[in-house]
Every structure is written in structure tokens, then in C-alpha cells.
């Protein structure tokens, strides 16, 4: 068999029904089988609407644990029930678009130096990236290009991740058991980027595919679930610590052009994360001084209230680093007034634009 679709649950009737049905229309599972492990679910309804679908398709399998033991431990379950060469993992509120699953498949079958291979998942909520694999700043990981524009070309480039999330993701039946499977230590969290960085240290290519598209209602699978990422982040960043390499940079340095590089900017720190200053200078640009703003640990960050009235005027274009891009979205007015098309901002998630553009002042 080519490729086994497995994936843990524990969710109500009406987001089930939604992923299933969208996976049946969406997948031929001709050369493949799918696998739905219940962790511990007590939806009646849903049970006993998967229950019926496994009377209509051979290839729709339930297995139903009495007892919730975690995303690690349900998924390692389903793989031991599978049968796939190629092991598809899915979140259950993840919705691939047509051919998008037998795609990641073949991709991964087509090279045998690929390790494990993720899709493109987009939010259903503003057609916006969420998530084209995981980078690394010193003791933080963030889900690269989050807020880009789904079809920029940024994004419609395949490449190498040092990690993956195992939402929509294929990894040879070989290679995840030669590498453990999941650690079950950890409970709903850091499981898979943990198990793609073993792989991608092993020598193996842990892959963004482009061309496998996949919706993600976030939260949606983790709505009925406990998880502790405090707990299992410091189990994570201890083991790793000395592993992981820092390689934002890798993910801002096609979007800085030429002009750019001429500039001499003034450093706003609005992001919660520190060793912004060695990433800069990594990617080539020129600063001449750093304010840190008193914001920067908010998710809502007022320029009004954290720069003075000068700052309006200061004749240096300001470089802003951002946890997230929409942190700063609310402060139109305030680039308005200021109108310096310089001015930059970059956030944490790789993503590199003009700050009258971010904010909607141009």
C-alpha cells in the first residue's frame, strides 16, 4: 500500500463531519487507507457517525482508545495499525484542498533524500499562510511566513526546513520509526517539530511542498484537548538547545533588496525576542542606534504611547522588529503622519515589508 492517513482526534460531531467529509472528496485513497484514532473521544455522535463510515470504505479504519493519552501516543498507535509505505499526518481540523494529499505523497516518494515533507497551510478565516514549516531564533521557533499572502511568491517556492509541523505532513513509514516515532513524553505539544529536527539532523530533507494546500481551522483540533507547552517547551529546549541553529535570517534575506542595503536605519525593538541585533547584521543592514519599547511584550502595540512626539521627525528610516506583524497594524495614523516610505519592519515570522504598507497608511 502507498500511503496510510493518520490521524488522532478527539472532537465534536460538526468539525468531524467536516474534515471527513472534505478528506473523502479531496483524497483518492485507491492506494491508500485512513486511520482515525479516537484519544479518549466521548462525542457519541461522532463516534457513531465514523463507525457507520467504516462500513462503507475497507480502507476507513477506527481505532478507539478508552482513555486520552496524547497526540505522541494516539498517532504512534495509529501508525503501528497502519499499513502505508508513506504516513500521512493530519490534525483533524486541517481540510486539504483536491489532490493536495496524493500530492505530499508523491513528492516524497519522488526523492529519496526526503525525510518528511509538509504542505502549505493557509487560515480559512483571510486565505493568509499560517504556517510553511518552523524556524529558529535562540530558545524560541516560530511557524515561517505566518500572515503572508498565500499565493506570493515568497511562499510558492518548495524548500528545505530545519522542522515541520505534523499537521499535514508525510514522512516514510522507514524513517519515522527508525527515528522513535513520537516521543510520548510530551502531551498535544512539540511532538513533531521535535521528530522532523531529528530527521533533518540525520542528514535527511525535512521539505516545505508548495503545491500541497491545505486549510487550517487552528485551534480546532486542540479545542477538547489539555496541553502544557510550558511543560514540554522546556523539556524541548533542553534537549535541542545545542542543536538548533538560529536561521531567521535564511527566511528574510530574499526580501531585502539593494536599496535597502544602502540605508542606514534606527533600530525599534517592539518584539519580545532578543538577539534581533545579530540577525540584522546577518541579513547586511546598517543600524545606528536601538530603542526598545516598553509595548514590545503586547500583542497591540501604540506608537503614540511608546514613542515621543520627535520620533514623528527623526530624519533616519526606522527598521521595527515585530513578533508578528499585525502587532502593529493599528497605528495607521502615526506612519501617516510621519510619511517616511523607508521605514521597515520585519517580524518573527521571516516576513520583511514597508511599515506604511504593513499599517495600511500607503
Request: hydrophobic share 40%; net charge neutral.
Amino acid at each position: 500500500m502507498k500511503f496510510s492517513v493518520v490521524v488522532a482526534f478527539d472532537n465534536q460531531y460538526e468539525l468531524m463531519s467536516n474534515f471527513v467529509e472534505n478528506l473523502l472528496l479531496n483524497t483518492d485513497f485507491s492506494e491508500g487507507e485512513l486511520i482515525l484514532v479516537s484519544d479518549g473521544c466521548r462525542d457519541c455522535k461522532t463516534l457513531s457517525y465514523l463507525k457507520q463510515k467504516t462500513t462503507q470504505f475497507k480502507w476507513f479504519k477506527l481505532i478507539e482508545l478508552e482513555q486520552r493519552n496524547g497526540y505522541g501516543k494516539a498517532n504512534n498507535w495509529g501508525v503501528r495499525k497502519s499499513c502505508g509505505e508513506i504516513v500521512v499526518f493530519l490534525n483533524s481540523d486541517v481540510l486539504p484542498v483536491k489532490g493536495s494529499v496524493n500530492a505530499l505523497v508523491q513528492y516524497v516518494l519522488s526523492n529519496t533524500k526526503i525525510g518528511a515533507a509538509q504542505g502549505k497551510l493557509v487560515y480559512p478565516q483571510n486565505g493568509l499562510i499560517q504556517s510553511t514549516g518552523h524556524l529558529f531564533f535562540e530558545y524560541k521557533n516560530a511557524h515561517v511566513y505566518t500572515g503572508c499572502e498565500c499565493n506570493a511568491p515568497l511562499v510558492r517556492a518548495s524548500g528545505a526546513r530545519q522542522a515541520l509541523t505534523t499537521a499535514f505532513c508525510a514522512i516514510p513509514r522507514s524513517i519515522f520509526w527508525e527515528h522513535g516515532g513520537f516521543d510520548e513524553i510530551y502531551y498535544n505539544a512539540y511532538e513533531g517539530m521535535e521528530l522532523t529536527l531529528k530527521i533533518s539532523n540525520s542528514g535527511k530533507i525535512c521539505s516545505y511542498f508548495a503545491d500541497a494546500f491545505a486549510f487550517h481551522v487552528v485551534g480546532g483540533s486542540r479545542k477538547n484537548l489539555d496541553f502544557d507547552n510550558d511543560f514540554s517547551g522546556h523539556i524541548f529546549w533542553e534537549r535541542w538547545k545545542k542543536t538548533i541553529r538560529t536561521d531567521i535570517q535564511h527566511y528574510i534575506t530574499p526580501q531585502i533588496t539593494d536599496t535597502m542595503l544602502k540605508e542606514t536605519y534606527f533600530l525599534v525593538q517592539s518584539s519580545s525576542i532578543p538577539g534581533w541585533n545579530e540577525v540584522i547584521h546577518a541579513i547586511g543592514l546598517q543600524l545606528m542606534g536601538v530603542l526598545e519599547l516598553q509595548e514590545r511584550f503586547s500583542t497591540q502595540i501604540n506608537f503614540y504611547q511608546n514613542l515621543p512626539y520627535a520620533a514623528l521627525h527623526h530624519p533616519q528610516p526606522y527598521l521595527f522588529v515585530v513578533d508578528e506583524l499585525s502587532y502593529i497594524r493599528g497605528n495607521r495614523n502615526w506612519v501617516e503622519v510621519r510619511n517616511n516610505s523607508r521605514d521597515l519592519v520585519i517580524d518573527a515570522h521571516g516576513l520583511v515589508g514597508t511599515l506604511g504598507k504593513v499599517t495600511g497608511a500607503v
